[in-house]
């Protein structure tokens, strides 16, 4: 088997899982360890979790899966319905895909099939920044950082976008607002659309900026007439303490893109949203449709978990569950301040992240936090954590703990 970002076969050998409950996950040797990482960002509730391993048996009693070309199913309705309920008001419909890379491959062709049908079809570039991180299939590489970023191998290959440089941690920065304006101004007679993460960058660099950028961006795209697409799949669902991260900010987007934490971690499943704007143009368009259709889009299984989870979102108050982790993160990493070779220490949310001058030996951080009983996955230069929202106020100081720990070594 090969696994994710490894060589074949992969060095050191990959940690054998048994099981997993709430916010540990069991090895195969009896290793218990808390997941510092929520297996990749997308189990908030845990693992095992009772409402949505009910609303999977349910679901499986009627059917796991049908297709969604000329049929359509109570989950996807009911699920539909509640993103509508929580996302940005502009946002009216929902297009679900297979995963965030998808949804990001979605909102693209909806920015350029736009244009197409508004008949500006040289309109067919992305503006973004630098630092950013949209996936792994080839339009959402296109838009990852192409320097710093995991797919420099594919300059070349790839659709070349304009990009501007990494927005500032600190909001009042006019030369980055100049910079960016002449970009936009310089390129707008080729530009669909800007895409960003909005306010934290991921997995290109675990990165925060001043939301009033993202301001600027949507004034930059009214004045030129282009489309926003924030990208949300990192940042959704409560993760940064707002429920998406765009709320950090006054604007919202023309497209949006969900994914991760839409199933609480149970099933690959992401979701496109769009304006009616976008929407109707692309139906009134040349072809009378939008040209996507995913084998297993919106499938009954994931869509009836995905509503349970965010039904659960809801009930187990997410907001004070963030703000604990927030709280548990700050006073736990600050100690890491102290170390030499620490560069930064930043939290976000659930999100925390000790930044190393240098880059870190992955085996050996990952070997001393699971001393410390916490399952992470370093990258580049950084030791980071998001962990699930049900952690408890004992599990997040294990998870600094062995973060500063990692550090440390």
Request: with cysteine; aromatic share 8%.
């Amino acid at each position: 088997m090969w696994h994710p970002y490894a060589a074949m076969p992969a060095s050191p050998a990959p940690y054998l899982v048994d099981s997993a409950s709430g916010v540990r996950i069991r090895l195969r040797d009896g290793t218990e360890l808390i997941d510092g990482m929520a297996s990749w960002w997308a189990a908030i509730h845990g693992y095992r979790h009772p409402v949505l391993d009910a609303a999977a048996h349910a679901q499986l009693d009627r059917m796991s899966h049908v297709m969604f070309g000329g049929l359509t199913h109570e989950p996807a309705i009911k699920l539909s319905e509640e993103l509508l309920a929580i996302v940005p008001a502009p946002l009216r419909r929902v297009f679900f895909a297979d995963s965030g890379s998808v949804a990001v491959e979605v909102a693209i062709k909806m920015a350029l099939q736009y244009w197409q049908a508004c008949d500006r079809p040289a309109r067919n570039r992305l503006l973004t920044i630098r630092g950013g991180y949209h996936g792994d299939t080839f339009m959402a590489m296109s838009v990852c950082d192409p320097v710093g970023g995991m797919h420099h191998l594919f300059t070349g290959a790839l659709t070349e976008q304009v990009f501007a440089p990494m927005p500032p941690v600190e909001a009042g920065d006019e030369q980055w607002r100049s910079q960016t304006a002449d970009l936009v101004e310089r390129h707008s007679d080729s530009l669909a659309a800007v895409i960003v993460e909005p306010v934290v960058q991921g997995a290109g660099g675990m990165r925060f900026y001043s939301p009033a950028y993202v301001d600027h961006l949507r004034a930059l795209c009214d004045r030129h007439g282009l489309l926003l697409i924030l990208d949300e799949i990192a940042t959704g669902f409560g993760r940064t303490g707002t429920m998406f991260a765009a709320e950090h900010s006054a604007t919202s987007p023309d497209i949006m893109c969900v994914g991760k934490a839409l199933t609480g971690g149970y099933l690959s499943m992401a979701a496109t949203l769009c304006t009616d704007a976008v929407a109707d143009a692309i139906s009134s368009g040349p072809g009378g449709a939008f040209m996507h259709g995913p084998t297993f889009m919106a499938n009954p299984l994931a869509a009836a978990i995905a509503a349970a989870s965010l039904e659960l979102l809801h009930t187990n108050d997410w907001k004070a569950q963030v703000g604990r982790a927030e709280t548990a993160l700050k006073d736990g990493l600050a100690p890491a301040l102290e170390l030499d070779g620490v560069a930064d220490v930043r939290v976000c949310g659930a999100i925390g992240v000790i930044e190393l001058a240098d880059a870190v030996d992955v085996d050996r951080v990952t070997r001393r936090a699971m001393s410390e009983g916490v399952w992470l996955r370093p990258f580049r230069n950084l030791i980071y954590a998001m962990p699930p929202y049900i952690c408890t106020e004992d599990d997040l100081a294990t998870i600094c703990r062995a973060m500063v720990a990692a550090a440390a070594a």
